[in-house]
DNA sequence: TAAGTAAATTAGTAATTGCTAATATTCTTG
DNA sequence: CAAGAATATTAGCAATTACTAATTTACTTA
């Protein structure tokens, strides 16, 4: 058990930053490229997106794909999906998306 | 949609804490004096304790309520449960108790 | 090959976190 | 009130985090 949340610390640490939680709302919509990425959220600077990203993709939340200069990255482990379903209808209203 | 990513980093960040994480896993099973949780979480020292489950309540996450001079404390925001429990379900394989 | 765009990387820094050790508070019992 | 138990608080420190600014790498097009 102690390794279970342990485990599970790790993910919730990833979770717990609100640039990541927009990064993976907006991909949870479909996968995007990073400048895609870039437009949605301008907030956040080229260079914090990209290890943001880099993050994600580490702990295999999320998966990348090159074409020619542009990569496309989209949600790899769909269960933190639900994850975030359940913390969106719980603490935003039960709204689901943005606009 | 910035605000609700806002608030629920915060939320995230309290949860994303092993020692938090067994001390609500816990506090699931049933309300627990301080020393109750001390003698199930050996690991964590009774100051450790003592502030995370400050954080925790200061959150709104728990409540206590005094007796003599034990205190006992319970899952005040039931919502969390339902999180822990999705969590638990994808990441922990599906287990659901510590023993 | 030069110029431009997309994305990643690096170094540095301020803020935050989680802990320990020590002390304080609160209650109970004699 | 003194002694002991249960819990909280405080100060301080090492580790981690999230960011910015600058640079670099990879690709495309002319």
Redesign the interface.
């Known amino acids: 058990?102690?390794d279970?949340?342990?485990?599970?610390?790790r993910?919730?640490?990833v979770?717990?930053?609100?640039?990541r939680?927009?990064i993976l709302?907006e991909l949870i919509r479909g996968p995007r490229t990073v400048s895609g990425l870039g437009e949605k959220l301008p907030?956040i600077t080229q260079s914090a997106l990209s290890q943001h990203l880099a993050l994600l993709k580490a702990h295999g939340i999320l998966d990348s794909s090159k074409a020619g200069q542009n990569i496309t990255y989209s949600i790899a482990d769909h269960?933190i999906e639900?994850?975030i379903f359940?913390?969106?209808k719980?603490?935003?209203g039960g709204?689901e998306g943005?606009?």
Request: positive net charge; aromatic residues 4%; proline residues 0%.
């Open positions: 058990m102690e279970k949340a342990k485990k599970m610390a993910l919730l640490k979770l717990a930053n609100e640039n939680l927009l709302c907030n269960r639900e994850v359940v913390l969106r719980h603490y935003c709204e943005e606009g």
